[in-house]
């Protein structure tokens, strides 16, 4: 039947096991073809952008080349000269696939075309912005005069620094070609260029090329919008340049269209997402998924195979194993019982049987109690004491025989009770002598225990004696203790009794002595001495113990040590000096002690010639200390007075009371007993506490703290600080504290409870509260402040006043606020942090996050300090060791934290490892907050890898600052560089060399462009390498360059300029001719020629003149 219905169970769970396996095959099919889509579109998006980015950086080539077409054009005096057509011409020849024509566009509207045509400009909205100076890209457009679709981009010519012209270029659509790469996703897919109203400036040579017409219009109108998209949407994102992607079904396919627009005029770009490159992602992954689920099934049915094989094996070897176990039970002379979890009989050997005068088929699922005189219950039943107090012993009477119980719990693999199995033992003789045993251990004057050696002490037997010391009864024991000792010891006696009983059993110690207090009846203790003896009892182990009551002996011990301490008191006080002197003119010393002797350098036989004690005291205080005296004895009969002696040529302030004696007192009649203190260091300390005070209310003065008076009979708060008068609102005077704090608006009425209760506490005498709470303020963001209450005692020990101070937290609060989120804030800091750690500054020590630094940096302590001088010199870039070991440092933290400067960045270079030689850049954040707990000041720290930022920032700018076909700086950037470092540097003696290029424009038209790009280039590196790095070195045009020496002189400059002319002499040849270049060079100096950058280029042109005047390929100097 069990093999039916486990049967039964394995087949419904192999059903349940199919229908899940494949729900979630179908579940994770949908999600893998959801995150293939996904990942794709981002895959297609960011494509885009970066075609955007080429379109936008091959438009800034365009004019880059536009411009050197345009300053070729100025050299002729007449712009439209025929010289100048020709040469138009002959550019618009060279690149006639990509270029339509180039033309000269006038302020009058007129055109001059390279194809020699003259026509009339209708549309001037363009000329209009090129005539300020801007470089301007035309729509994409369809033109008569073009006979197809292209674009313009025209640029400002300028002559004389004023624009005279614009330089037009028409594009063929075949341009952008070269800054596109139109086959993506391993040429499943392509990008288009459009304008805003659909018409297409470039589509790509596709194979799946969607787009078939010149106008998008015209797919979209026949394809169905999918997904909640519609045409209408689509027209709107055009219209307000967004991007986004959008689902169409065209002849019964799907396709997924991305727009994103370019930032040129209303250009756009679009792509296509092919379906199919999805679909075949996700159906791989989807087969590899199918596989597995088979495996798993056929896991599954292997092992049910090999648990039924088992679950046959396990039942023929439980049979074989049940007749093997009553064999040997019945073979156990003492008698046992097998119970079930309900305490019904399922097995009793052969003995057990004999002792109850039955058969087994009479008991087997009888009640245990069926071989007892009496009913099972809670008292006697060693089942049922087994689970309600833990003890399995028990006990039963039969026949006159005493059986002594002994009960187990019988337990499966998962610890749940399965049964019971109790043994039998007649105890008959024991009990005769234990009785024996109990007369004779009331006899003994103490109380005898015997206990087990448990953690409990569970005291097994208790004799009379022991119950009168305790006052309870044994039943009370048993229920209020659980028979246990320890539970009876008190509370701040127990770990030292436990420590003396685990040394007694690991020492195999035999006796022992100690002492504790026990709880008595009373509620009250009394004093135990305690001997105790390891003994063996029953072949076990248990602690014999007699107990003697000592209370009255410790209260005689106690009384005996307050009257010593009272003599240690009076003793004490005798430290000092101690002298008598006669009651005369100048106190003569009769007597002293050791003490005054060695202060004063005296002995007996300077004492016996004759000493006084104004011979000790300043002449000018003596006559002011005897009146002092005799105006004190004048009402009483003692003497009270401080007053400078001289100790061994040191003033010493002393301390003296004396005792006027006027009857005859053994050799003593009118005299004085002095006793005398050395109060010097109580007065020097008195001072600089006064000091102190006055240095802590100049402090407090200065701070943002707020420190005033509670006088608490008075209910009243004062403080004497104008600035918190007028910066705060507080009065100098607040009445009705605390009663009246329920009033006050300016608490914030959810803290107000808590400051009242800061101020009760104090007034009931606790030595200082604290609170924190927020004050509020119409119009402004809450602040917090922590209160602190310090509480002074009068000479009663009542509390008088207390001193409280105020002080901002708000800014801690809101960086515990942080440090309450730390795990959400960890998680995302973390995510791009490469290390993150706590270090407490307080303490000069790392707390967390620095484990790994010491395994993998080799770190080599925990003191913050060292770590970071180590670290300075071992990791961080020298350029920037100096910031760093700046910000990082301890004291100046520390500082910024007190000022309330919470936030600490920097970025700097640092190595990977010690045997690294490149560097990374990170970014290094720390948040000082301080502790709640220990009020320590902490400084949370993360750094970030920031080496991909920092060098794309590196190469922005340097594509920002620098003309790409030289190398050098371009013109904005010379001019900024001069300007600045002349602004800074105005006395400094610089010179500013401006070459120009003879023969540059001969180079162009003759032997072409690209010949001129590289003379270019080989000038550039010519004057680079003759000058300086921290040098100024820039192309400020077409073939003019700027030179900029710091820190030079004219005759170091005339040197300079000698060797550019010769290193810039060269031959340039082409084909069939050659062409000469030199430079003319003009120098201008500062501070002579001025101490700005227009002067000294204005006095460097006019010397650049000159020299031309006189002839090229030579130098001069302004005004020579």
Known sequence: ??????????????????????????????????????????????????????????????????????????????????????????????????????????????????????????DSEYLDEVMQGKIVHTKIEKTQVEAGISYSTIIPIYKDNQVIAGLRCVYQPAHLSKMLNSSIFQGKSYFNVMNGDGLFLYQAKHEKQLFQDEMIQDTLNAAHFLKGA?????????????????????????????????????????????????????????????????KVGACFIALSAVFFYSRYRSNNQLKKSNRYFHYVMNKVPSPITIMDKDKNITFMNEAALHMIQKDLKEVVGKPCSIWKTQNCHTQNCAVCRLLHHKNPISSFIRDDCTYMVNSSLLQNEKNETIGFIETFQNISEVIEKEKELATLIDNIPGGVLLCDDDADCTIQVMSDRFLEIVGYTQEEIRKDFHQSLSAMIREDDKEAFYQLKQHVLTQKQTHFETHYHLKTKNKGYVSIYHCGEL??????????????????????????????????????????????????????????????????????????????????????????????????????????????????????????????????????????????????????????????????????????????????????????????????????????????????????????????????????????????????????????FSLKLVTIFDDHHDPRKAVGILHDISEQKELEQFADKESTLRATILKDAIDFYVINLSRNKFVEGHERWKQDMLIPSDDFDAVNSWIESEYVHPDDAAAFAKVVDRKRLLEHFEQGLLRERITYRRRINRQSSSYIWVNTIIHLLQSKESHDILAICNIQNVTEEKEKEVRLIDQAQKDLLSGMFNKVTTQQMIAQYLNEHPDTSCAFFLIDIDNFKHVNDTLGHAMGDEVIHEISQRILTLFRSEDIAGRVGGDEFVVFMKHTTREIAEKKAEMLCEHLRMKVKGENQIVHISATIGISLAPLHGIDFTSLYQHGDEALYQVKKRGKNNYGFYGE
């Open 535 to 784: 003994i063996k009892y029953h072949q076990k182990e248990k602690f014999c113990n007699v107990l003697i009551d000592v209370t009255e002996q410790e209260k005689i011990r106690k009384q005996l040590d307050e009257k010593n301490l009272e003599l240690r008191y009076i003793s004490e006080n005798m430290n000092g000096m101690m002298l008598v002197t006669k009651f005369d003119d100048r106190f003569k010393i009769l007597y002293t002690n050791a003490v005054f002797k060695d202060t004063f350098e005296l002995d007996d036989e300077r004492i016996a010639q004759g000493v006084h004690l104004l011979d000790f005291v300043p002449i000018q205080v003596n006559d002011k200390l005897k009146d002092e005296i005799h105006r004190q004895l004048d009402y009483k009969e003692t003497i009270d007075v401080q007053y400078r002696m001289i100790s061994k040529n040191q003033l010493i302030w002393v301390s003296s009371k004396g005792k006027h004696i006027k009857e005859q007192y053994k050799d003593l009649q009118d005299g004085i007993i002095w006793i005398c203190m050395d109060i010097s260091k109580e007065k020097k300390q008195n001072e600089e506490i006064r000091i102190n005070a006055e240095r802590y209310r100049i402090a407090v003065s200065n701070t943002n703290s707020i420190v005033f008076d509670y006088l608490i009979k008075e209910h009243c708060i004062k403080h004497d600080n104008d600035m918190i008068e007028d910066k705060y609102h507080i009065p100098k005077c607040i009445e009705g504290i605390p009663q009246d704090i329920q009033k006050f608006s300016m608490i914030h009425e959810d803290d107000r409870g808590v400051v009242m209760d800061c101020f009760y506490k104090v007034e009931l005498g606790e030595k200082q509260a604290y609170c924190e709470f927020r004050l509020q303020k119409a119009g402004y963001r809450n602040r917090w």
């Open 1 to 122: 039947m069990k093999q039916k219905q486990t049967l039964r169970f394995f087949i419904a769970l192999f059903i349940v096991f199919a229908f899940a396996e494949i729900f979630f095959f179908y579940q994770y099919a949908k999600d893998v073809y959801r995150i293939s889509e996904d990942s794709n579109e981002e895959r297609l998006k960011e494509s885009a952008n970066q075609h955007v980015e080429l379109i936008l950086h091959g438009l800034e080539d365009d004019s880059n080349h536009l411009k050197d077409i345009a300053d070729n054009l100025t050299w002729s005096d007449t712009l439209t000269c025929e010289e100048n057509i020709q040469y138009l011409d002959s550019v618009v020849k060279k690149q006639e696939e990509e270029i339509l024509r180039l033309a000269i566009d006038l302020p009058n509207k007129m055109t001059y075309t390279s194809d020699g045509h003259i026509l009339k400009i209708n």
């Open 230 to 294: 519609s045409y209408e949407q689509f027209l709107a994102d055009i219209k307000a340049q967004k991007s986004g992607f959008v689902n169409i079904s065209l002849n019964d396919k799907e396709h997924e269209l991305y727009y994103a627009p370019i930032g040129i005029q209303n250009w756009y770009i679009v792509s296509e997402l092919p379906k199919e490159l999805v679909s075949a992602y996700s159906s791989d992954i989807q087969k590899e998924a199918l596989i597995l689920f088979g």
